[in-house]
């Protein structure tokens, strides 16, 4: 079984960075597709990013263009989602996620395994 497990959550001020960790525990990590997504209080889960085994192929939802970025270093099963100039809307629990499908997929249906989450809060 893939066991996955997110950091780097907390409290930030609006304008501020973070960078959440995703550490993977299987030799084929390199050949999943990972993804981040997010869940507020009372609202579905938002596909936030996500990012190809191969190359640098990468998509977001328009909301965070240009101040996420997700990246991934195979050789240590990791997976980073760097957010900067930081939003109250932004606050929510943060999840890292896998696809054995080779697409980057923005579906939370498409993902077969997940982490636990954690919280990201961003303070006005």
Not at 49 to 63: F, L, P
Request: neutral net charge.
């Amino acid at each position: 079984q893939v066991q996955l497990v997110e950091s780097g959550g907390g409290l930030v001020q609006a304008g501020g960075s973070l960078r959440l960790s995703c550490a993977g525990s299987d030799l084929t990590f390199s050949r999943y597709t990972m993804g981040w997504f997010r869940q507020a209080p009372g609202k579905e889960r938002e596909f936030v990013a996500v990012i190809m085994w191969i190359g640098g192929i990468t998509k977001y939802v328009d909301s965070v263009k240009g101040r996420f970025t997700i990246s991934r270093d195979n050789a240590k099963n990791t997976l980073y989602l760097q957010m900067d100039n930081l939003k109250p809307e932004d606050t929510a629990v943060y999840y890292c996620a896998a696809s054995t499908k080779a697409l980057l997929t923005i579906h939370y249906s498409e993902y077969d395994y997940w982490g636990q989450g954690t919280q990201v809060t961003v303070s006005s």
